[in-house]
Antibody, heavy 125, light 110 residues
Framework: QVQLQQSGPGLVTPWQPLSLTCAIS??????????WNWIRQSPSRGLEWLGR?????????EYEVSVKSRITINPDTSKNQFSLQLTSVTLEDTAVYYC???????????????WGQGTTVTVSS | QSVLTQPPSASGTPGQGVTISCSGR????????VYWYQQLPGTAPKLLIY???QRPSGVPDRFSGSYSGTSASLAISGLRSEDEADYYC???????????FGTGTKVTVL
C-alpha cells in the first residue's frame, strides 16, 4: 500500500522560504509510471496545482505559471522522497499543502490516486 | 485560482440522484481527460473518477462520470449520508501546461 507522509513547519515568516517534504513508502520517486505533485488549498484560491516532478530516463519538472519564479520541487532518491520549496512567501501563500502521486500505466493517466495527509501552512510574522 | 466552473452546491434526499457539472474550455476539458475528486471534511481529496468515466477500485458504481465538448458531469445515484462532501473536477490544461481544478461543489444529503 502506497503512502505519502508530509513533514515541515506550519508557520512561515513573510518573505522567508516555505519548505515541505513528502516521504514515499510502497513506491519509488524514480518510478517510470508515476509523477509526484504538490497541490495547495485555500478558501480564497480553492485547489491549486503547484507543480510536479517525474523520472522518464531523466528528471522532469513542471510548474504552475503563477508560482514558477518562486517554486522548486526536488526528488531525493537516497531518501525516496520529494520536496517543495516556495521562496518569498506572502500571506497569499497561507494554505493547506498536499503532496500526491499521479499514476500512469501503459501511457494512460490514472489520476492522483494517493495523497499525503496535508500540512497547514500559515504565513505570519 | 480555479479555472473550471462548478455549481457551489447540490443536494438531495437519501436514495435520490444528483448531478454536478464542470465547465471548462477547449484547452482543458475539451481536449484532455477529466478527473473527479471527493473531499470529506478535514481530509485530503480522494480520486473518484479518472479518464472522464473510469472508477478506481473500491469506488461504488453509484458514481459515474461523463463529458460532452467542454463540459463534464459527475452523477451520484442512490445518495447516502456518507456522500456528503465537496466534489472537485480537474483536468490538464494544455495552454497553461498544468492541472486546473474546479471551483468545487458541496453536496448535502437532506
Amino acid at each position: 500500500q502506497v503512502q505519502l507522509q508530509q513533514s515541515g513547519p506550519g508557520l512561515v515568516t513573510p518573505w522567508q522560504p516555505l519548505s515541505l517534504t513528502c516521504a514515499i513508502s510502497g513506491d519509488s520517486v524514480s518510478s517510470n509510471s508515476a509523477t509526484w505533485n504538490w497541490i495547495r488549498q485555500s478558501p480564497s484560491r480553492g485547489l491549486e496545482w503547484l507543480g510536479r516532478t517525474y523520472y522518464r530516463s531523466k528528471w522532469y519538472y513542471e510548474y504552475e505559471v503563477s508560482v514558477k519564479s518562486r517554486i522548486t520541487i526536488n526528488p531525493d532518491t537516497s531518501k525516496n522522497q520529494f520536496s517543495l520549496q516556495l521562496t518569498s512567501v506572502t500571506l497569499e501563500d497561507t494554505a493547506v499543502y498536499y503532496c500526491a502521486r499521479e499514476t500512469y500505466s501503459s501511457g494512460a493517466n490514472f489520476g492522483m490516486d494517493v495523497w499525503g495527509q496535508g500540512t497547514t501552512v500559515t504565513v505570519s510574522s | 485560482q480555479s479555472v473550471l466552473t462548478q455549481p457551489p452546491s447540490a443536494s438531495g434526499t437519501p436514495g435520490q440522484g444528483v448531478t454536478i457539472s464542470c465547465s471548462g474550455r477547449s484547452s482543458n476539458v475539451g481536449n484532455n481527460y477529466v478527473y473527479w475528486y471527493q473531499q470529506l471534511p478535514g481530509t485530503a481529496p480522494k480520486l473518484l473518477i479518472y479518464r472522464n468515466n473510469q472508477r478506481p477500485s473500491g469506488v461504488p458504481d453509484r458514481f459515474s462520470g461523463s463529458y460532452s465538448g467542454t463540459s463534464a458531469s459527475l452523477a451520484i445515484s442512490g445518495l447516502r449520508s456518507e456522500d456528503e462532501a465537496d466534489y472537485y473536477c480537474a483536468a490538464w490544461d494544455g495552454s497553461l501546461s498544468g492541472y486546473v481544478f474546479g471551483t468545487g461543489t458541496k453536496v448535502t444529503v437532506l
